[in-house]
């Protein structure tokens, strides 16, 4: 099972600039009943899930974060892997 390192607050749009495209971030909300996942294209588009069924295509980490704190507020925690 691959290992998943923190990534510590204020510090996600950084991480997710940094993505490689065999990498992803997962966003969870403190009682872990929401989740987001990131990944990236080849073509650099931020690829997101939210939950089981909904995906948004999004251009800039900024754009994730800002989507991260609309769904989660600013309580959530963000893991690499």
């Not at 607050?9 to 997710?16: D, H």
């Not at 990944?39 to 295509?57: D, L």
Request: glycine share 10%.
């Amino acid at each position: 099972m691959p290992v998943a390192i923190r990534i510590k607050q204020g510090g996600l749009e950084k991480a997710l600039s940094s993505l490689d495209i065999d990498e992803g971030v997962r966003i969870e909300s403190g009682g872990k009943k929401k989740k987001m996942f990131v990944n990236r294209s080849t073509s650099g588009i931020f690829v997101v899930q939210i939950g089981e069924e909904e995906f948004c295509y999004l251009d800039s980490a900024a754009q994730v974060v800002k989507l991260a704190d609309k769904i989660f507020g600013k309580k959530y925690s963000a893991y690499a892997y």
